[in-house]
Structures are given as structure tokens and as C-alpha cells.
């Protein structure tokens, strides 16, 4: 984690003088809550021309709007005591929602300290940021129940207006944080940057603690791009400092605001970019969006090393080209569809097969793997024997929108991501129903309701070869003396050892279940089914040759709509336990314990203890099945 050290209390801009009219003739118009569109002045208004896809053109008249909550805020009344500003190269919004990474972790506050610190002078740059959606600040300047818009120059952070207490989650909200900065500070360009978990093209971005951890789905952002200033005013980029949000739906989306989108199709960790790179503006303070998101790559690849333990991946996407990416992927699926007409069991098989060996990002324990975020690249890959022109063409669109990428995974990664069910098949109608909203290519769309049709209704015949894509030993104990139950208190992916010289791993008094979940260049990854301090969760362990007994690298929150950025560090007083698999198909919890100490893993034989031995099959339907216990030393 980097250096926590609290921000100084530094001296906040006073207005000296209330403007009744800003001298450059700027204005804001009234903000009414039945018409929350501004109306820029004509000279604000930067267009951008974008490669158009005659096949897919995503019509914002065909996207739904009308359930989406959207709750402005009071702009005009804000902006009243901003002096007016000169036109600087850029003006970067950063949208900070502090969530649990900033009240457990302090994560928001060292990010702070990283923007104080990178030297940008602000003759190059307004930097403008809004604070809330954290329940506490590990700071003594930003309060905990009020949004406030700060601005930092030259090593300072300057508090310009509160506003109130607003969920970031909504649409309106980010809507008018927008507005406010593009109209208070204009620019050549303008960015933007938003700031906390991401979940996805299902879940999208975010959680705010003090609204019930709610989020902010792909539709609802959406929206507060539609209604915001960069309707009008194209963003020179939009960047995601979250997991997972560096995908095709997304870019699409953004596509219609902004020229380029720098995100991660993966996780990432819980420290996030370096925002020291915005010292790069000193020297280029009018470089475009693909220079600067390059320099947001290479700080934040950089930043981490070549010795991090978990994958890292940044992208820098031409959103001009998202479109032809999205296109290329509904005529690649359009196959699939065609191969799955009548139901057929034996093309699903096959797709199945291919999705299950798909590069997926977000994958947690059986409890928590519903992300279905795949790589485009891989997919495409994967498809390539049966779909040759289509899966070409799909590679070919990618390599000319993602126009740079860095990653460490040992799997040849094209930069972004897809949604793609196949785990999450428990939340397929909600996850479908959501996807079918955001109206992207309506090939792919039919092809994913098709696909989790046979997904959801097939694999109840009895399983062949063919079928199985996954095989492990597992071990079994009953829950007690007197019960029928039984419970899964080790998998292993090696059926073929010997079952008696065979080292099952342990976390205190407790046989754990290490669920396999990547594997790349620095090792395999596990996730246990856990709980910490009464929320369930995922303990996540690597093994490599520097750590062969393991190395337990923190805890991700299960929190079902969006994805833990980073992990959680397991602290002595934590109250930790773990979730058992039945024999009968539910989930066991026990008991639990105080943590003392450094956890760490030990590993021994279950050889003459009451255990029993039983082969688990995963069929491509996502099944799976066990076969006849057998006394373990028999």
C-alpha cells in the first residue's frame, strides 16, 4: 500500500470578489429538473469526427432512458462565487468516490497525495475533483457526509463549493460535476476521470457506502454523459481508475462523448493509477487523449513492477473505432447463433467448450464467479477453427481500436473485454435483461439470449466424456458423527497422486478449499470461500516457486455487483472463517476464529482421519457432478 500520510489542511480559496456576470460572457442556463440539459455557448463546442459503422449504428432514440433515476443538482447556484478562469490546455475532472478503499484503506487519501505531489504546474491544467460516497476520509480536510468540488494548483488542494449530500451513483450527480467544470474551467481539452470499484458491462462503476452501496450501471452513465455538457462539448478522454470497465459496451457508449478511453479490462489493484503522471503536462500540456493515456499506462504499469503477483492490464482505446469492434463481434456470434438454431446440443457443446477455456476476468470461488468479462482477443481465438473470417475480422477490428496496451499475463490479451455468460448463468435473466438495454449489436444480443437458453435447460442427461471440461479430487468429511451430511474440505486438479502421499492445505485448525481461478507467468491463483468480520468474501492465494506452500495475498469482498479493487489485508482481531460445499449441494459456514498474528498456509496429510475420496466432473453446461464416496484410506 503506498504511504498513508495524511493530507495537511491547506488554505482554501477565497473568493475575493462575487461576480454578478463572469467577464468572458460565460453563462450557465437555469437547471430544471424536467430539462437538465445546458445549452453551451456556441464558441465551447468541439466536435470531433468519428468513423461511422454503416451496420451498426447505436441510435440513443432506441435506448431506454425512462427508468434511470436522474436527480440534478444546483449548478448555476454553485458556480456563483467561481471567478472567471483563462483557457488552459486542459482541464481534467477526477470523480472520486471514496467508497470502502477510502474508509478501510485510506486508498482515495494516498491518490490525493499522489495528484499534490506530481508537479503539475497549473498554468497547464485545471485539476477538479469531487469527494463523497465514503462513510469516513482518512484525512482530516474532506468531510464525510457532504460532496464538496475541490481544485488543486501547484501542489495545493482548494476547496471551491459544497454542494450537499448527493449519491455518486446517480446520474444527475455526475451529470452536473460536469457541467460545473467544463463551464467554470474552460479548456482545448477536457478529461475525465472516474474513481472506485467497477463491476463490468453488466454492473458497471461503483458503490456508494452512505446510499446503500449503490452502483452506477453502464445505462445510467450512459445518461449522465447524455445530459451533461460533453453532449455537447466532446471529452478529449474518459478514463476508468476501476476493475474491469475497459470493455467493447463501454467504449461504445463513450464513443458518442469522448475521443478516447484509457480503462482495464481486468482487475486491478487496490492502489490504482499513479497520478504522478500528470507531470507529463508540463512538457506537452496540449497533448491528445492516446499520448496522455499512454503515460497513464506506462505510470501505472511501472508503478507496480515486473514483480507484482497479480495480472495488470491498461488500455488505450480510439474510441472512433469502437464501433467496428462491436460490429465485428455481432458478425462472429451471428455464426454461433446460426450453429445453435433448432437448439442444437452439439453446437453448444462446442461453444461451451471454447467459453470455458476463454481468457475470463473477475472469476472468484464458486459463490462469487458471475463477472463473465472476457477477453475479445481470446474469444476470438478460441473460434478461430470453426469461424475463420469472422474471428479475423474481429481480431483486425480490435488491433486498430486498441491502440496501446500493457499487460503481464502469460495469455496473448487484445486490450478488451466482453460480456459473455457462462458462470453467472444464477442472475442470467436480470444480467440479460440489462444487456439487452443498453442496445448493442442486436446479433450478439440474440446470440446470448440463445446461448443461456440451452445453458440454463441443458446438462440433466448423464454426462459423457465429451461433456466434461474439468476434472478435480475432492475429499470429503461428514459435518458430524451423527449426520448424513457431508462436506468438501479439499479440491485438487492432480486426481492422479496418490491419495496417501497426497498434502491437503490448511489455514489454522481449518482443511480449506483452494478453488484454482488464472494462472499466469508468476504462479497459480485460489480463491477459499471466506468470510471476514461478517462479509463473505474470497481469501486469494498465490502459488509459484517463491512461494511453494503459498503466499496469501489478501481478501476480495464478495459484494455481487461490482468487483473488489485489489484485496483487503488480513489483519490480527479479524474474525475469519470459511464456507464448506455440501454433499448436498448447499454451502456450510463454520464456526470461525480470531485471527493471531500472520495467517499463513500449512499442508499435511488427511491419512487416517474420517475422510472420504470422491472425483468431481464440470460439464460444459457449468455442472457439476461427484462421484461415489470412497473411504479415503481404502
Not at 136 to 158: K, R, S, T
Request: some cysteine.
Amino acid at each position: 500500500m503506498k504511504n498513508r500520510s495524511r493530507i495537511p489542511i491547506y488554505s482554501i480559496l477565497i473568493v475575493c470578489l462575487v461576480l454578478a456576470f463572469f467577464s468572458t460572457g460565460r453563462f450557465l442556463t437555469s437547471y430544471f429538473s424536467d430539462n437538465p440539459n445546458f445549452d453551451p455557448p456556441s464558441e465551447l463546442v468541439r466536435s470531433s469526427a468519428t468513423s461511422s459503422v454503416p451496420n451498426f449504428t447505436r441510435s440513443s432514440s432506441r435506448v431506454n432512458f425512462n427508468n434511470i433515476e436522474f436527480t440534478p443538482w444546483d449548478v448555476t447556484e454553485a458556480s456563483k462565487n467561481i471567478p472567471a478562469r483563462a483557457v488552459k490546455p486542459y482541464t481534467i475532472m477526477i470523480y472520486m468516490n471514496g467508497s470502502d478503499l477510502e474508509s478501510e484503506h485510506g486508498a482515495a487519501t494516498d491518490d490525493l497525495i499522489e495528484i499534490l505531489e506530481s508537479g503539475l504546474k497549473s498554468d497547464y491544467a485545471n485539476i477538479i475533483i469531487f469527494t463523497g460516497g465514503s462513510k469516513a476520509w482518512q484525512n482530516d480536510l474532506i468531510p464525510e457526509y457532504d460532496c464538496v468540488i475541490w481544485e488543486v494548483a501547484d501542489g495545493d488542494i482548494y476547496r471551491l463549493v459544497s454542494i450537499g449530500l448527493h449519491n455518486m451513483m446517480n446520474a444527475g450527480t455526475l451529470s452536473g460535476f460536469i457541467d460545473f467544470s467544463m463551464y467554470n474551467f474552460p479548456a482545448d481539452k477536457y478529461g475525465l476521470v472516474l474513481w472506485d470499484h467497477g463491476g463490468g458491462s453488466i454492473s458497471g462503476y461503483g458503490h456508494d457506502e452512505l446510499f446503500g452501496d449503490d452502483n452506477m450501471p453502464l445505462l445510467d452513465f450512459n445518461l449522465a454523459l447524455k445530459r451533461s455538457a460533453a453532449a455537447n462539448t466532446r471529452l478529449e478522454f474518459i478514463g476508468f481508475d476501476t476493475c474491469l470497465l475497459g470493455s467493447v459496451e463501454m467504449a461504445v457508449i463513450a464513443a458518442d462523448y469522448a475521443d478516447y478511453m484509457i480503462a482495464s479490462e481486468d482487475l486491478i489493484p487496490g492502489d490504482g493509477w499513479d497520478y504522478h503522471f500528470l507531470s507529463v503536462l508540463n512538457d506537452e500540456p496540449n497533448m491528445d487523449g492516446a499520448t496522455l493515456g499512454k503515460a497513464i499506462t506506462d505510470y501505472f504499469m511501472d508503478f507496480y513492477g515486473p514483480r507484482y503477483f497479480d495480472d495488470l492490464n491498461m488500455s488505450v482505446i480510439d474510441l472512433s473505432r469502437a464501433k467496428h469492434v462491436m460490429y465485428a463481434l455481432g458478425a462472429l456470434m451471428e455464426q454461433g447463433a446460426s450453429s445453435l438454431e433448432g437448439y442444437s446440443t452439439d453446437a453448444f457443446k462446442s461453444l461451451a467448450k471454447r467459453r470455458s477455456a476463454t481468457k475470463t476476468f473477475g472469476e472468484g470461488s464458486p459463490r462469487d464467479n458471475e463477472s463473465d468479462m472476457v477477453d475479445i482477443a481470446h474469444m476470438a481465438q478460441m473460434l478461430a477453427d470453426i469461424f475463420p473470417q469472422e474471428a479475423a475480422a474481429l481480431q483486425a477490428a480490435l488491433g486498430n481500436a486498441v491502440i496501446y496496451n500493457r499487460n503481464n499475463s502469460n495469455v496473448a490479451l487484445g486490450g478488451m473485454s466482453t460480456f459473455y455468460l457462462y458462470g453467472g448463468k444464477r442472475s442470467a435473466d436480470t444480467s440479460l435483461r440489462t444487456y439487452a438495454g443498453l442496445e448493442m449489436d442486436a446479433r450478439y444480443t440474440q446470440f446470448l439470449h440463445d446461448f443461456v437458453g440451452i445453458l440454463l435447460e441443458g446438462g440433466s442427461e448423464s454426462l459423457g466424456n465429451i461433456d466434461i471440461v474439468q476434472r478435480d479430487l475432492t475429499i470429503w468429511r461428514s459435518l458430524t458423527q451423527s449426520s448424513d451430511e457431508f462436506i468438501m474440505i479439499g479440491i485438487s486438479n492432480d486426481i492422479l497422486s496418490d491419495f496417501d502421499e497426497q498434502k491437503w492445505p490448511k489455514i489454522g485448525n481449518y482443511n480449506v478449499c483452494m478453488y484454482k481461478i488464472n494462472a499466469s507467468s508468476r504462479g497459480n491463483f485460489y480463491a477459499i470461500p471466506s468470510y471476514a468480520n461478517g462479509i463473505d468474501c474470497d481469501l486469494i492465494v498465490l502459488i509459484n516457486d517463491e512461494f511453494p506452500n503459498g503466499k496469501i495475498l489478501g481478501m476480495r469482498n464478495k459484494n455481487g455487483s461490482v468487483s473488489q479493487k485489489g484485496y483487503i489485508a488480513v489483519e490480527p482481531g479479524d474474525d475469519l472463517g470459511f464456507y464448506y460445499q455440501t454433499w448436498s449441494g448447499g454451502w456450510h459456514r463454520d464456526d470461525g476464529f480470531v485471527v493471531e498474528g500472520e495467517l499463513e498456509i500449512e499442508w499435511g496429510s488427511l491419512v487416517g482421519e474420517d475422510v472420504y475420496k470422491s472425483e468431481r466432473s464440470v460439464c460444459v453446461w457449468g455442472n457439476c457432478c461427484f462421484g461415489e464416496l470412497v473411504k479415503g484410506c481404502e
